[in-house]
């Protein structure tokens, strides 16, 4: 039986013909003269992806050939994003409503080809976005800072799955000038970077946005001895590190001059290497506020007040320069009138990341009136895998609740939470649910998207890659965060540590996890022989993965008592073997960043084994 052609996000409108057209060594790929030579770009895309996956070498033309297999051309329209593709009898022609519309035509082709190769079904696509802005949010600062060669690669996705907006968060992870201090001990992005990126994004239809921390989440730039003064808290310098202290704490002080010329200092030479119109000046988690240094002033006239006139200094100084201001909407959600404050340009970015999420923070901003993007999240962070699940029915609620309240975008997030250990690469099913149900409301049903995501994006045959990861996914017991907190509730002696334990059905479960999870390692292995064999490579984080859930979960039953001593020695080496591999897969993707810190935590935990083992724990 002949397998379905997908495409994701699934078209507005598809029909099928019956017969194929058959691509041929002769053919070419004719940009019509109606295409602007940026479209040419577009067209290599479109022709090293026919080399690849039909083994011809199509040559580009211009103008007109008597032998164009496929016709690239642009009908100005009002959907610019929109694209009409046709394959028949006489060949293929893609339609954009202008070059970002042609290239999501040509994207489109490209997953057809990966399923097909050169013998390409008849079919009608007439195809268009539901959801103007659908960007995605990769975090550069709690511990990775990706290689210049990953961002691209991610770019490459995004695109692939037309995506129009990229942001990277950044703290301290930027070579600021006059900032050494700050970023010192990290490997921060250049300026040539981010406008090397920003050049390569331009190029497949990605607004590369920047955003900067400019209020709360201020750890290292507020642990300096040159701006420690400005913290809302006292003395932040003298507080020893902590992956749960750099995310609670570190908000500046909102009352002071010297903190708003600070910041806007560093938003401006950082907005300066971006074409975007946007900048987005984070404003989230703003903790401490009106607990230490404006706290005589927040007792007068409140915090929402302290917060809401910091925030719109920010915005105006951003309005000045020409762009349109973005924040975050935890905070602003509690008083949801003061949006009203805001210069009129201001987006509210609305996370929440909840499988059940409800729709009350969207209705709410909704009705004060502000203008907003619904943002979900990929379920990564303080996780060895991505909790797929979980992120599909967050993505799918919260795109859905953007529709209803007339949001203008989309942002998926992916954090990096206690040292990012997750790897960046697992992400990308969470980033495809966003960019299907941005583009197309229609919502497939889970196991109807991951059977086309484990085709389009894995070349898995079986169609099952995504089913067997999300099972995985779920057999965590005693996870990252847990193995986090405990560990620095012991260093740090604060006297919690029981807190972070396996209770007696959480040790049940992870005994059981153990078996399930190297059975479905199991079935993921024999899964490759259905994988075309340049895709199985990226099934090496997946393994990784699955081997840290089975590890720590062994981990948190030693802990509990349920470990004998030799297993204890055995469990020590099983985990230093297992981070040998673990570091080499993170210098892949990432620089050094702060790989120590996840270092750090791991040996401790093999010498803590080594301590319980001798029973001097």
């Known amino acids: 039986m002949e397998k379905q052609v997908y495409i ?43 080399e690849e996956q039909a083994g011809l070498e199509l040559e580009i033309t211009r103008g007109g050939s008597k032998k164009a297999g496929i016709c690239l051309a642009v009908e100005e329209s009002d959907q610019k994003e929109g694209y009409r593709l046709t394959i028949e009898k006489g060949g293929v022609r893609i339609v954009g409503g202008s070059a970002r519309g042609l290239l999501y035509g040509v994207q489109t082709l490209r997953q057809i080809l990966r399923q097909k190769g050169a013998n390409l079904p008849f079919m009608e696509i007439e195809d268009c976005p539901q959801m103007a802005n659908r960007g995605f949010y990769h975090d550069v600062t709690r511990g990775r800072v990706p290689k210049l060669s990953w961002l691209k690669k991610l770019a490459d996705i995004l695109s692939f799955y037309k995506m129009n907006q990229l942001q990277l968060y950044i703290e301290h992870t930027y070579l600021f000038e006059g900032l050494s201090e700050m970023w010192r001990d990290d490997t921060p992005l250049t300026a040539q970077d981010i406008l090397e990126l920003d050049e390569y994004c331009a190029g497949l239809g990605i607004e590369l946005v920047p955003s900067l921390s400019s209020f709360g989440h201020l750890y290292k730039l507020l642990r300096t001895s040159t701006y420690c003064e400005l913290c809302e808290m006292p003395e932040p310098e003298k507080e020893p590190f902590s992956m749960h202290d750099r995310m609670a704490h570190h908000t500046i002080n909102a009352s002071r001059e010297e903190s708003y010329e600070l ?230 002696q604060r006297g919690r540590e029981k807190e972070y334990l396996l209770g007696e059905e959480e040790q049940k479960c992870a005994a059981q996890s153990n078996g399930e999870i190297q059975e ?35 981990i948190g039953l030693a802990l509990s008592g349920k470990e004998e001593r030799q297993d204890l020695i055995t469990l020590a080496e099983d985990l230093e073997h297992w981070f040998y591999h673990y570091k080499k897969q993170w210098r892949v993707l990432s620089q050094e960043s702060e790989l120590f810190q996840v270092t750090h935590i791991i040996c401790w935990y093999a010498d803590w084994l080594r301590d319980l083992a001798k029973g001097e724990k």
């Not at 078209?11 to 602007?36: A, M, T, W």
């Not at 007792?299 to 975050?328: A, H, T």
């Not at 209803?404 to 992400?427: E, Q, R």
């Not at 045959?461 to 999300?470: F, G, H, N, Q, W």
């Open 263 to 492: 910041l806007t200092g560093l938003i401006g030479e950082y907005m300066s290497l971006f074409r975007s119109q946007y900048f987005n000046i984070g404003a989230d988690e703003t903790f401490d506020l009106g607990k230490g240094a404006t706290k005589e002033i927040a007792d007068k006239s409140g915090v929402e007040r302290l917060y809401i006139d910091f925030v719109n200094k920010l915005c105006q100084f951003v309005v000045s320069k020409g762009k349109i201001p973005m924040f975050w909407g935890d905070v602003i959600c509690g008083f949801p009138e003061y949006i009203r404050e805001l210069p009129k340009e201001t987006i509210c970015l609305n996370w929440g990341y909840a499988p059940d999420q409800s729709e009350e923070s969207t209705e709410k901003l909704a009705k004060a009136g502000a203008v907003q993007y619904v943002c979900p999240g990929v379920g990564g962070w303080n996780q060895f895998m991505n909790l797929y699940e979980s992120c599909y029915q967050n993505i799918s609620r919260m795109c859905t609740y953007g529709a209803k309240h007339h949001a203008i975008g989309m942002l998926n997030t992916d954090w990096g939470d206690f040292g990012h250990v997750n790897d960046p690469s697992l992400s990308i099913p969470g980033i495809i649910y966003g960019a299907a149900f941005s583009w197309n409301l229609n919502i497939l049903p889970k196991e109807e998207i991951d059977r086309q995501i484990s085709r389009i994006a894995f070349g898995d045959r079986s169609e099952t890659v995504m089913a067997i990861l999300s099972e995985l996914s779920k057999k965590s017991v005693f996870g990252w965060w847990k193995a986090v907190m405990y560990q620095e509730a012991m260093e740090l």
């Open 8 to 50: 994701l996000p699934q078209p507005q409108h598809k029909k099928d013909g019956n017969g194929s057209f058959v691509l041929k060594y002769d053919h070419r790929i004719l940009l019509e003269s109606s295409c602007k030579m940026e479209s040419y770009a577009h067209a290599c895309l479109l022709q090293q992806e026919v």
């Open 520 to 554: 479905l390692l199991t079935r993921l292995a024999a899964v490759m022989e259905e994988m075309d064999s340049s895709m199985r490579k990226n099934l090496r984080p997946c393994f990784l993965a699955g081997e840290a859930m089975h590890i720590f979960n062994r």
